[in-house]
């Protein structure tokens, strides 16, 4: 063989040798009370090299010149911690050895456990390098998904259908800005126990890509919200959704409602509605409530202040939704068509203008700890069979340590409200959690368990390192309504 030729092929070999698992060592991070892996903890290394967990809570580590000796890794992640040495540094000493592991034990700070990342690339990364069994099929990546946004679902013909925002590709920094959507099973009808992930079977196009959920011709960006299931009067079931066609985050060109086509499985517009329109029609997270008056369905943003009787007429109708408004007329909150509803902002305007009693207020939300205000940005509101109360998960806006990164859990009596006290239940330092949504179709033993999930991104959060993996993606945290933690923010 002439010399070039040999040299040519000499330099392509490593190219086409791949790791085996016991090339790796392994660290499992994992939560010191429950032993489960933990994700999201970030291991460095004193010249900055960073290796984050995958959902499992493993690292797969082998780096020249590190193997084989005494290395240090300094240990961080939202809502765990380890105690810090004399001179401030959290973390631990190890020996990385190939096919050998390690366990670091992490105290979790937080009262939500944070279970796994559901959307993205790499979601088992390291647990596949060190060959262990995963319980997705395509662990680390599932039609070109790298990135996804805020989620809306419902259950639907005996399974679950999803949306998402925004998605990334991998062949350019810009994907599929026209909602993505999903279907997955049941945990009791052969889908994931939920604390391991869920199995999205992704709508695709022709490319094996994720599809267009609402392609039209028109620039801009498409979402969907406000999604949900009604009847018409021949006991058909109907899908569907508040569009809204984007220029940027500042300028909306168009929005109306949608319908899922079943046959095409993409929504197509049934109504467009003008700008005057702002909050008759769904939004937000919609929840079903039946009462006396019938069923409606509440959009939550996060507080319930708009809904709409459960039936394919009304929704489509503009006059048929109503607002939670302030009557001073009245002195109490009313249900009615004409006014928008009365913000947690507004709220305070009519407190401090002496046009509201402070006990007649259902919006005053403070931190159940210390007293101060909370101003929530959105969330969802679901009935709790085990606390027998309403329970809302919601980010808070201008939080101390991240801006809209800041989880809390309150409780009320009545849907409406009042809601007070609040609790934290997660934290992410620097980093934005946004759009929480609690999925309250997983929830565990009549309700004390409940699992919530939400966009973990660096946008809004004025951090200039995003996590790699992780940014854009979707967390899943679990929560015990037990926990002594809790009980400040019970409603009793």
């Known amino acids: 063989m002439p010399f070039r030729l040999f040299f040519f092929v000499c330099t392509l070999l490593p190219l086409t040798v791949s790791a085996a698992p016991e090339d790796y060592f392994g660290i499992h991070v994992v939560d010191e009370t429950t032993g489960r892996g933990v994700p999201l903890i970030t291991l460095k290394t004193t010249n900055h090299i960073a290796l984050t967990t995958d959902s499992a809570g493993w690292i797969a580590f082998n780096e020249p010149g590190l193997m084989n000796r005494v290395v240090y890794f300094g240990v961080e992640g939202p809502g765990y911690a380890l105690p810090k040495d004399g001179f401030g540094f959290a973390g631990v000493k190890l020996?990385?050895?190939?096919?050998?592991?390690?366990?670091?034990?992490?105290?979790?700070?937080?009262?939500?456990?944070?279970?796994?990342?559901?959307?993205?690339?790499?979601?088992?990364?390291?647990?596949?390098?060190?060959?262990?069994?995963?319980?997705?099929?395509?662990?680390?990546?599932?039609?070109?998904?790298?990135?996804?946004?805020?989620?809306?679902?419902?259950?639907?013909?005996?399974?679950?259908?999803?949306?998402?925002?925004?998605?990334?590709?991998?062949?350019?920094?810009?994907?599929?800005?026209?909602?993505?959507?999903?279907?997955?099973?049941?945990?009791?009808?052969?889908?994931?126990?939920?604390?391991?992930?869920?199995?999205?079977?992704?709508?695709?196009?022709?490319?094996?890509?994720?599809?267009?959920?609402?392609?039209?011709?028109?620039?801009?960006?498409?979402?969907?919200?406000?999604?949900?299931t009604v009847m018409d009067a021949a006991n058909k079931e109907h899908l569907m959704a508040h569009y809204s066609r984007w220029r940027d985050l500042g300028k909306r060109l168009e929005h109306g409602l949608a319908e899922l086509d079943e046959s095409t499985e993409r929504f197509r517009r049934i109504t467009v509605l003008g700008d005057e329109f702002e909050w008759q029609h769904p939004r937000h997270n919609a929840v079903r409530v039946k009462g006396a008056d019938g069923d409606w369905i509440h959009f939550a943003a996060p507080f319930c202040q708009t809904r709409v009787k459960a039936d394919y007429d009304s929704v489509q109708n503009t006059s048929s939704y109503e607002a939670l408004a302030w009557s001073t007329e009245h002195g109490d909150y009313v249900w009615q068509s004409s006014l928008p509803p009365t913000s947690q902002k507004d709220e305070e305007k009519l407190i401090a203008a002496k046009k509201m009693p402070l006990e007649k207020a259902r919006m005053q939300v403070v931190d159940a700890q210390t007293g101060k205000r909370v101003l929530l940005h959105a969330g969802s509101v679901h009935w709790n069979k085990h606390r027998e109360r309403w329970v809302m998960i919601a980010v808070q806006e201008g939080g101390d340590v991240s801006y809209l990164g800041e989880i809390w859990y309150l409780e009320a009596k009545q849907i409406e409200g009042p809601w007070r006290k609040a609790v934290k239940i997660a934290t992410h330092p620097k980093y934005s959690f946004y759009n929480p949504s609690h999925h309250a179709f997983f929830d565990q033993q009549d309700g004390r368990i409940i699992y919530f999930q939400g966009t973990y991104a660096e946008t809004f959060s004025g951090n200039p390192v995003a996590t790699p993996r992780y940014d854009y993606n979707q967390l899943l945290y679990r929560l015990d309504l037990d926990d002594e933690r809790l009980k400040a923010a019970r409603a009793e």
């Open 95 to 228: 020996t990385p050895v190939s096919g050998k592991t390690a366990e670091v034990k992490v105290l979790r700070t937080n009262i939500a456990e944070r279970m796994c990342r559901l959307t993205g690339q790499g979601i088992y990364r390291d647990s596949t390098l060190l060959g262990h069994e995963v319980p997705l099929p395509r662990p680390n990546l599932f039609a070109d998904v790298m990135g996804q946004d805020s989620v809306q679902v419902v259950p639907w013909k005996g399974r679950y259908f999803w949306i998402f925002g925004d998605t990334q590709w991998p062949n350019y920094p810009l994907g599929n800005f026209h909602s993505t959507a999903a279907w997955s099973d049941p945990p009791d009808k052969g889908g994931l126990d939920p604390e391991h992930g869920i199995h999205f079977e992704y709508i695709t196009d022709d490319k094996d890509a994720v599809a267009k959920m609402l392609p039209v011709e028109e620039p801009g960006v498409v979402w969907l919200f406000g999604m949900h």
